[in-house]
C-alpha cells in the first residue's frame, strides 16, 4: 500500500478549491467525502488505485489496479483519534464524550463506532472487527479544507 497522499488527493491542502473539471475539490466535494468519513461504514479509495471510479481513471489509475484505502482520508481519521485519546493513547468513553462535544463537524456517532470500535480496536480481529487501519505517517500538507475544520 502507499502510505503517502497523492498529488491529486482532494484532502491536500493544495488542491481545496482547485479547479477540476469533474468537480472533485469542489466545497460540494468536500463535504461528501468529510459526511463519508464522518459517518463511517466505508473506506475512501484512493485515485491512483480505483480503477472503477471516473474521476480515479482520469487522475491515472491503472485498470489492473487494485483499490486501496486513501492515505490522506486515513491522516484526517487519525487526527480525529488523537484529538480524542489521552496522552497515553488511550480512547475511553468519556474522552468520545469529551469529544463529541468539542468537535460539532467530528465524527459522528455511527463514525466513532465504525473508525474507533470496528476498525481501530477490533481491527484485524475476525469476526468482530473490520480490517485494521493502514499505518500512516502525518504530513502536514494533508487536511480540512477551513470551512470543514473548527476552531
Known sequence: MNDRACEQCPWRRSNHGRRHKRGF???K???RLWKQI???GVAQSCHLTDPSHPDHVEAGANENAKPQECPGSI???NREFAQMADESGEITTELIDAYRKKRRKGLTK???FYWVV???QMGGVPFFGGPKLPKVPDDPEVGL???L???
Do not use: C
Request: charged share 25%; glycine share 12%; aromatic share 8%.
Open 25 to 27: 475539490y469542489t466545497k
Open 75 to 77: 491522516i484526517l481519521i
Open 110 to 112: 455511527s463514525g466513532l
Open 29 to 31: 466535494n468536500a463535504r
Open 145 to 147: 479544507p477551513d470551512f
Open 149 to 151: 475544520a473548527e476552531g
Open 38 to 40: 464522518r459517518n463511517g
Open 118 to 120: 470496528t476498525r481501530l
